[in-house]
């Protein structure tokens, strides 16, 4: 016959024994004989004679007043009545309390209670708290503190000093006294199941856990109750169908003492029927024959089914078959509560909960499983808090097909796999849990997984603090996630996601990671201080990132690179230690409505291929520049504000080729627009003004397009065209700049149509004409465009400039040469020539003598990467 047709068996055959079986009181079915009709009443452990049959009614009369006798008349020799009446008074209150105390601790517990009755003397004497102990630990074991029972299914050892109780062992007492005992060894003056009652004591023991169960089950008791005392427990079949409350007893650590064991079928099992079970403080193993060829992928050290409502309590449970699991809670309506326990070094799953069985799991230790610490599938959904899953040797939570669950403050750690794997249509709700130090990751979501993770916090994880991959779509909601030896978020293989409201800081690689398809919705993030990147989005990624704060990270604040196309708006990207945004090799996207400030290297690039769509954002404090664009990249590079930069507002070089249209470029420290390296472009109706440099600058073979634009209030020349570079010049307006409107070097033919130049106040000519040395005007901060010469007589290298004025002053009668007309400063005004300048004052000292603007730095990101 199979395990289960057994089980099947055995209940049936339970069940009709029931039904067959004539209902009597639990009094008759004892056959106890009651202390009035013992023959016992005039020995001496019956101080009054008084009828008390447990200890329930002794305690309910221990108070009240003793009952009032019928007078009768006496037939005793009168002379003999003044001697008893001195030996009561002697006894009730002349003799010492150390003799008192001595004869009572011979009293058993229904001896107290009655002995209680006689007098105030008596009561305080059979009250005192050593005495009931002794006889507490001689009947229940437990050594340390009383256990209370003040609710069926609730057990709860409190302190001796417990000031809510008169004498918390007597009352542990009287709350127990119901229960019968399962014990390996005798109880002192117990009575075994056919042995007759000892005086003073109104208890039973049974050898088997069976057996006792049998006997409860078997007297419908009310509320019945069975202690286990300390010992091994082997090959009870133990199948509970009723509301019994079964809790180990034992000195010490109890749950230690008290061992249930079976190598076939499960350890113990609850079944419909057991709706108010309760388990607690006793060790539960399955430990199969390895020589056996029964198997036991169905068979656990605790098995709750369908219908059931059992409280599993400070319990150790174990497995040590291969398959299955240590607890496994299956079926509609299965709903234990399992609290305080320790499941681990199982040799498979630790808790499995399956088929849309609930529960609640709550301060339990799930730790060194061979397989994952929890399993939830099949639409399961429990409720779990304040659980300590660490350093399985799988998986710490797995929810897997269609599995549910709610997660509450649970610590999670260094488990060998992610700490929380979802997958295959599982959403569990994860909130205020600690997930970290996993050896793989923390959360990993794949293969059409959902979930809810809330103010978790996620962090020194091996690989990235949460996985997303494989059509997957949780929410990642107001978690902090950081400090991982990888990236925060990694978001790949077709992986979703709302992000939202997270704080991500501190990990090795990007904060957020974005590839292969995937298009995350993230938003209202704080990214910073990585030691990586901001958001590296790569290999075709895409996504909605908008109103996130990306800032101080070490490469980029956003890397997008390899035919992605995320969209990026409103966004706070700043104080990162490279570029802002970083579109390369075919990077493309949308960048809308951000603010893009205060990064060492410039707040956008765009390089190798990349097209982004860049408008209406705002640049500025940028210490190479606002946007570099080099390399062969593209752009379209729309009706931004880009201002306050160190370097060139944008610049385009080494045949990049954008589309600048409707931007504010103004009030930059360099220049407005730098196009040098043989860079194109096409700028139009952009406003260009009070830069501190040309308001556009064009060399070395560049060639782009300037349509429409109005280049104004430049604090040097408009639009200056140098080294063998050319340029396109339509309807633009060029006015109201100190160095002049257009300023073309030697060699240099434009192409002009309706142009409108005026208004410029051309300071260089004037500076040249009044006699004045042009450093005068310009300073080391500006290039005024002009002749220029070298001197021999003063060996001037091919880095020095001189201007004509300081020519034929400074330098009349030298060997000079003319060089060009370019823009260049001064370096006799300067002072970096060995003459001191005689148009200048006392000498600066400056020893930046080039004539061209400074090259942009490059981002450094590919070569770390």
């Not at 949460?466 to 990642?476: G, Q, R, Y």
């Not at 990586?532 to 704060?549: D, P, Q, R, S």
Request: proline share 4%; hydrophobic share 30%; aromatic share 8%.
């Amino acid at each position: 016959m199979s395990t289960r047709s057994a089980r099947t068996t055995r209940l049936k055959s339970r069940n009709l024994r029931k039904r067959v079986q004539t209902k009597s009181t639990l009094s008759k079915h004892r056959g106890y004989e009651s202390p009035s009709s013992s023959g016992d009443v005039n020995t001496r452990y019956f101080l009054r004679r008084r009828r008390s049959t447990s200890l329930d009614i002794s305690f309910s009369h221990e108070n009240a007043q003793p009952l009032r006798k019928k007078k009768r008349k006496s037939y005793s020799n009168p002379a003999l009545q003044p001697q008893g009446r001195v030996a009561a008074r002697y006894l009730q209150h002349e003799l010492p309390d150390e003799v008192m105390y001595y004869i009572f601790s011979y009293l058993k517990e229904l001896d107290l209670c009655n002995a209680a009755q006689v007098c105030q003397r008596f009561r305080a004497i059979s009250n005192d708290h050593e005495l009931w102990k002794v006889l507490y630990m001689e009947v229940f074991e437990y050594n340390e503190s009383p256990l209370m029972n003040p609710e069926p299914c609730v057990f709860q050892f409190v302190s001796p000093d417990d000031p809510a109780y008169d004498n918390p062992w007597k009352e542990s007492f009287k709350q127990l006294y119901r229960g019968i005992h399962v014990s390996k060894t005798s109880i002192p003056q117990c009575e075994v199941t056919k042995g007759k009652r000892l005086k003073g004591r109104n208890i039973m023991k049974f050898d088997t856990i069976e057996s006792a169960y049998n006997y409860v089950d078997k007297m419908e008791m009310e509320n019945p109750l069975i202690f286990i005392h300390s010992g091994v427990y082997h090959g009870d079949f133990l199948l509970i169908d009723s509301p019994v409350s079964l809790i180990g007893a034992a000195p010490g650590n109890v749950m230690d003492e008290v061992i249930i064991e079976k190598e076939t079928e499960s350890t113990i099992m609850f079944v419909e029927g057991a709706k108010r079970a309760y388990l607690g403080y006793v060790t539960l193993k399955f430990s199969p024959d390895s020589t056996s060829t029964v198997p036991h992928h169905r068979h656990y050290a605790l098995e709750i089914a369908e219908n059931t409502q059992p409280i599993i309590d400070h319990c150790k449970i174990k497995s040590l078959s291969v398959v299955g699991a240590a607890v496994c809670v299956s079926g509609q309506y299965a709903d234990p509560t399992i609290v305080n326990c320790i499941i681990r070094d199982c040799e498979n799953v630790g808790l499995y909960v399956t088929d849309k069985a609930e529960g609640v799991y709550k301060n339990n230790e799930i730790s060194g499983n061979a397989l994952a610490g929890i399993w939830v599938k099949n639409g399961a959904n429990p409720i779990m808090r304040n659980n300590h899953i660490h350093h399985g040797r799988d998986v710490g939570v797995f929810t897997f097909d269609n599995g549910l669950g709610y997660f509450d403050n649970c610590d999670i750690h260094d488990n060998r796999i992610a700490g929380f794997e979802v997958k295959a249509g599982a959403n569990p709700t994860v909130i205020h849990c600690e997930v970290h130090h996993g050896q793989t990751g923390g959360i990993y979501v794949h293969e059409n997984g959902r979930g809810q993770f809330i103010e978790n916090k996620i962090h020194s994880n091996n690989f990235a603090g949460v996985w997303i991959t494989s059509n997957s779509d949780p929410t990642i909601r107001k978690n902090e996630i950081y400090n991982g030896q990888q990236g925060g978020v990694y978001i790949f293989g077709d992986g979703r996601g709302l992000i939202e409201h997270n704080n991500i800081y501190g990990n090795a690689l990007a904060g957020i990671q974005i590839r292969t398809n995937s298009n995350p919705i993230v938003r209202h993030n704080k990214i910073h201080h990585g030691q990586h990147g901001g958001i590296y989005v790569h290999e075709k990624g895409k996504g909605l990132i908008e109103e996130n704060e990306v800032y101080s990270n070490t490469l980029a604040g956003v890397w997008i690179t390899t035919g992605s196309t995320p969209v990026l708006r409103k966004n706070r990207i700043h104080s990162g230690k490279q570029v802002g945004v970083y579109f390369y090799d075919n990077g493309h996207g949308v960048l809308e409505d951000n603010d893009i400030f205060n990064h060492l290297y410039s707040g956008v690039q765009i390089r190798t291929g990349s097209n982004p769509f860049i408008r209406k954002n705002k640049i500025w404090g940028g210490q190479n520049g606002g946007i570099l664009v080099y390399n062969g990249g593209l752009g379209m590079i729309e009706s931004n504000e880009i201002f306050d930069n160190a370097m060139a507002g944008i610049w385009i070089k080494t045949d990049s080729n954008p589309v600048l249209r409707h931007n504010k470029i103004h009030d930059g420290r360099d220049g407005g627009i730098c196009i040098f390296s043989s860079g194109k472009g096409l700028l139009e109706n952009n406003e260009i003004f009070r830069n501190a440099q040309a308001g556009v600058l064009i060399s070395t073979q560049s060639h782009p397009i300037l349509r429409r634009n109005r280049i104004f209030d430049g604090l040097a020349a408009g639009v200056e065209i140098t080294n063998n570079a050319c340029a396109t010049l339509e309807e633009n307006k060029i006015f109201n700049n100190k160095f002049g409107g257009l300023c073309l070097a030697t060699g240099v033919e434009p192409i002009m149509k309706d142009n409108i130049i005026f208004g410029n106040h051309n300071m260089v000519d004037r500076a040249v004409n009044s006699g004045q040395c042009l450093y005068k005007i310009s300073s080391y901060t500006s290039f005024p465009m002009h002749k220029f010469f070298r001197c021999r007589t003063c060996n001037t290298s091919e880095r020095n400039a001189i201007c004509v004025n300081c020519i034929n002053t400074c330098h009349a009668g030298h060997d000079v040469e003319f060089i060009r007309h370019d823009r260049f400063f001064c370096d006799c005004g300067a002072g970096t020539l060995s003459k001191h300048c005689q148009l200048q004052g006392e000498p600066t000292q400056d020893t930046d003598t080039l004539y061209d603007s400074a090259a942009p730095m490059e981002s450094h990101t590919l070569r770390v990467n």
